[in-house]
């Protein structure tokens, strides 16, 4: 078995990928690709690792993950997906970096599925969006404090796909900018699932759709049903064209409500955030899903 884990950093997906591939449970399952919905192993998964603490998992902890999720025989590739499961968003920014346990949280997943190969799916996105989503959560009190004492242009991705090829050299890491997702939304979709010439998704749109005005969601519609099936570059030319030309107002705005951040500080992260994809794609073992 394949065992998949989308990472879902805060501020990214929001639960919209996982909610898409459930719409297309059956057919995925036909596939032997399983979908399980998250309230099924998001807690079981959190506890065990708690549980573990570091230490090896026994055949039991897997049989009982598998008993969880499946409603009947080990498929060929099983799909779970979490915004927690790098770590807690309070302590997401413990120490002035992006998920220091990352490299310990990974390996702690993989161990889950000892006899199985294991990959890892992750957005990375611009590090003031990631804050100002995680100063939004309930927990903010103890982002906000980590913030305190952190250098806004220390916050980089590049040192957490590190930690996970350090934790896990031999998985699958597969990564894109959140920012391009609008573009690259079938793509990801079809990597995850580990099938890439897959048919369409119910709802695959429904992500890039919610960007648009209703103008701009009736022009894609029409020009995504003019464009021949299956025809990547026809599909980013007509999503680039109707998000330039459709957006909703401030969907496509760099979120930023970080105190003591600056318009020159935030432009310098842009800076260093938008030349950290090329490091990441030096990294052993990582793949790069770009536009």
Known sequence: MQAVFHLGAHGT????????????R??????????????RYRKLIRETLMRLRGGEPGEEDRAAILDAVLDGDLPAR???????????????????????????????????????ACEFHIAI???????TALLARPDAAEVAAALAGADPLGLRWTPVIAALCDGVPDARIVVWCHEDAPLIWPEVLRTLIGRPAFGPLEGEEAFVQGLLSPEGQAELARR????????????????????????LPGALDLPCTVPGWTADTIARMTEIYEAELADVATLPGVEVIVP
């Open 13 to 24: 997906d929001d639960g919209r990928l996982v909610r898409c591939l459930l719409r297309s």
């Open 26 to 39: 059956g057919l995925l399952e036909a596939e032997g690709v399983a979908v399980p919905t998250p309230l």
């Open 78 to 116: 099983l799909v779970l997906s979490g915004d927690g499961f790098l770590g807690l968003a309070a302590r997401a920014l413990d120490g002035g970096r992006i998920y220091p346990a990352a490299r310990r949280r990974a390996a702690g997943l993989a161990n889950l599925f000892p006899e199985d």
């Open 125 to 131: 996105v611009h590090p003031a969006a990631f804050a």
């Open 224 to 247: 995504l049903a003019a464009a021949p099936p299956g025809d990547i570059g026809a599909r980013r030319a007509a999503v680039a064209d109707c998000l330039s030309l459709h957006p």
